[in-house]
């Protein structure tokens, strides 16, 4: 038997040789044991955005050579990348760890690197609509993350889990413009009615827009939006940004054309990774919370704008069109996705008159002249007009040059005016009558639309065009005229009666001059 003595001195050397042990394999089997245990996870985008159906890849672009411990790794180009940091020999992992921009710069000629060469993923995974997606079991390293629709694009550096979230989905815009009337109302809606001369009002809300964190990934993002007006509608040259009610500093606007305008607004909404510098705090919180970005801008309907025909409701208007083109790949700013188009509508009014010969109604009459007024107000001048060949006239704007204040019939006895509006009555007003003819006992012809907005590619659900009260087929009426008493159109059964009067009072006044002639000789 051992001394009591002895064993216990070999059982402390053993102890202090297991504890020695025991404390030099400690880092690194702690190493070990985390070695392969990180993760790289994609949520869920949020917004209008899932990751349904999308495609997310990784590659390995840096590995770790030494194991002795995290605190101090030595990284060596993945085999497969060994070329590409041959033809980028600044995008070390010292100088990668100073920089967030030198970071999206590599990761975006990664990825062009990685195309030109089909260079296969180490694991690619297909999102659903309600899980993130997860890679994990990885070793430290660098990684090129990216979806295969360019939604993210970044290189993530482990020993960390990593948890990225794709930028919100696509924005979304709505276009309005500003109705005063139309179906009993002031509001912004799909469609407005509106006289030649007058200003519209349109707004452009965008939403869904980006926040600043999946932002970062693409350096700089932009939105552009492009406001598109037909040839009926003059741009003012007024388009503002507002930002939450706030004025937006940084917005560019250009333009091209008056009539028919294009307009592009440049909205910056990260600069370098951060917002622009001129920004103030609560435009921040405005981003932060998603509230709308706003475009507002106004036209004026011109004398070249459609009027509305209820046959053709498609194309008979005139439109203000937007669409908003955004980044949409970190790795390529000239890469951009499109939103869907969305457009509103102005609609304007024509209506047509004959002057007609009350007792026969085929009966046309030339060279009656109107006026169309406001008001009956001897305060309120005929509406200015433009003649725009035969028997047309449209409404003047404040361009135009050549006007006129009277509307005259030609042998037709049609005459037809574009540009009216349904939210007042117009008073059509006879100035001089036809020769031969008589001016209405009632001069003044009471014309008013009464229209119902519509939706979507049917601009109004109706339009009815009332005359004096009195509805009317085919937006035209009848105005009438009588012969004169006095003065009978020629070839008229009147001109007969008064030939014949006059020759009996001729012959009258002959035959009692001839009497009294003989008198006077008797007398003498």
Known sequence: MYPAKRIHRTLTLLAAAL????????????????????????NQPGGNATLD?????????FDITDLTGPA????????????????????????????????????ADLKTWITANSAAADESKTGNAVDPIVFDGLPPGYYLVSGANGEVVTVVHLPDNVVITPKGG???????????????GNYYGEIADAQIGNGVSFKVTIENYPTLEQMQDFGNYYMTS?????????????????????????????????????????????????????????LKNCVSSQYPIEIHYSARLNPDAVFYDIANPETSVNTSTAVVAYNNDPADSSSLGQT?????????????????????????????????RLSLSSSYTALRLIHKGGNIYALADSASSATVSSIVTDESGKFYIQGLDSDWPYYLVETQAPAGYDLPENPVTEVKFNATAGSGNIALESLVLNVNGVPVNNYSFLIENSTSALLPG???????????GGAALVATAAVLFAVMRKRRKTNA
């Open 72 to 107: 101090a790794p030595v990284y060596a180009p993945d085999p497969d990348f060994e070329a590409f940091f041959t033809s980028y020999p600044a995008y070390t992992p010292a100088a990668l760890s100073q920089s967030q921009t030198l970071l999206r710069e590599m990761a």
């Open 170 to 184: 696509i924005p979304t815009l709505d276009m309005q413009v500003y109705e005063t009337y139309l179906n009993s």
């Open 19 to 42: 504890l020695l042990a025991l404390t030099l394999m400690a880092p690194a089997q702690a190493w070990f044991y985390s070695y392969d245990a990180f993760s790289i996870t994609v």
């Open 226 to 282: 492009y406001i598109t007006l037909s040839t009926g509608l003059t741009y003012q040259e007024n388009a503002h940004v507002t930002l939450g009610g706030e004025a937006f500093p940084d917005a560019t606007i250009s333009t091209s054309n008056t009539n028919g305008a294009t307009v592009k607004v440049t909205i910056p909404l990260c600069l370098d990774g951060q917002y622009p510098t001129t920004w103030h705090e609560n």
């Open 340 to 372: 869907v188009a969305k457009t509103a509508k102005v609609v304007t009014y024509a209506f047509g008159a004959t002057k007609a010969d009350s007792a026969n109604h085929s009966t046309t009459l030339a060279g009656a002249v109107f006026e169309l």
């Open 490 to 500: 020629t070839g008229g059964i009147g001109t007969m009666l008064f030939t014949v």
């Open 53 to 61: 159906g999308k495609v997310y890849s990784i590659w390995k672009i």
